[in-house]
């Protein structure tokens, strides 16, 4: 296998909507950003696949030996190598991974946020970086179109939080900022008992109208010379954003099961952005 058939391979798998967007790019920048994307995989998957915290803390540090090895000219693992050709073309610097990979590192340290600007750090890591890099993929010309991205990022970051805030109770992490579950009276055993009430729901409205606002704000950082280049990026925003009205509509019941979209549903989403803007 090459390492382009295993980047290609680690996007398909991961059954994610990041997928649908690629699918619309031209050949060279959807072969860029399918090896970026199978790099956040692989971290993120030392952490959602985590049984002993001490191994996990192990092989995000040799991530970051790779990364930095990588950058140094000598990429060992598949993923590295189908990247690091493909670096200097869409200005993917090293400090890129390295965040990357500290966001994950914060996971195994972190399992709850005391407010809001501590989980904006936290997005900013995992999602905010990503949206920079991806937006460089997809062809960026103005400066403001990084903060854009960052925007967005956090945007999509916020509804993951939402839609997986049953499956990380589970894991005993709690995303939610504390000072919010005060705010709404909702205690924190609340939620790791995946108990519902009249509270919980006032709370996840809360975050979800966050959410929104920060993809109207994100939208409104797109200066028009560059929305065209960024149409995956927006598709994403149109896939994010129904699953988003999904969940409210279903009046977050997002405690005891995990709230999609289907595969049909999220390529009718991208095209009609690809078509339509």
């Avoid at 060992?76 to 993917?92: F, N, T, W």
């Avoid at 062809?139 to 049953?166: E, F, M, S």
């Avoid at 909702?186 to 519902?196: D, G, H, P, S």
Wanted: net charge neutral; glycine share 6%; charged share 20%.
């Amino acid at each position: 296998m090459t390492p382009q058939d295993y980047v290609q391979q680690k996007a398909v798998a991961s059954g994610s909507s990041f997928y649908y967007a690629f699918l619309f790019l031209p050949k060279p920048r959807r072969a860029a950003v399918t090896a970026f994307y199978a790099f956040c995989r692989e971290v993120d998957d030392v952490v959602d696949d985590m049984i002993d915290p001490g191994v996990a803390a192990t092989k995000l540090a040799w991530w970051q030996s790779e990364v930095a090895k990588s950058f140094a000219g000598q990429p060992s693992h598949p993923v590295m190598q189908a990247l690091m050709p493909l670096v200097a073309d869409y200005a993917i610097e090293e400090r890129h991974l390295q965040a990357i990979i500290e966001g994950c590192q914060m996971d195994l340290s972190q399992t709850r946020y005391l407010d809001y600007p501590g989980l904006q750090r936290y997005c900013h890591l995992v999602a905010g970086i990503v949206g920079e890099v991806a937006a460089n993929i997809f062809g960026q010309t103005q400066p403001q179109t990084t903060a854009y991205a960052h925007k967005l990022g956090q945007a999509l970051q916020l509804t993951n939080i939402i839609r997986d805030v049953g499956e990380d109770a589970l894991r005993g992490r709690i995303y939610l900022p504390m000072n919010d579950l005060q705010r709404f009276d909702v205690k924190a055993n609340e939620i790791l008992q995946r108990t519902y009430s009249d509270r919980f729901t006032a709370l996840m409205k809360f975050q979800a109208d966050r959410a929104q606002g920060l993809y109207d704000e994100a939208l409104a950082l797109l200066v028009p010379a560059d929305r065209r280049a960024q149409k995956p990026g927006l598709m994403m925003a149109s896939i994010y954003r129904a699953l988003l009205n999904e969940i409210e509509r279903d009046n977050f019941q997002v405690l005891h099961q995990r709230v999609s979209l289907t595969p049909l549903r999220k390529l009718w989403l991208a095209w009609k952005v690809q078509a339509f803007g």
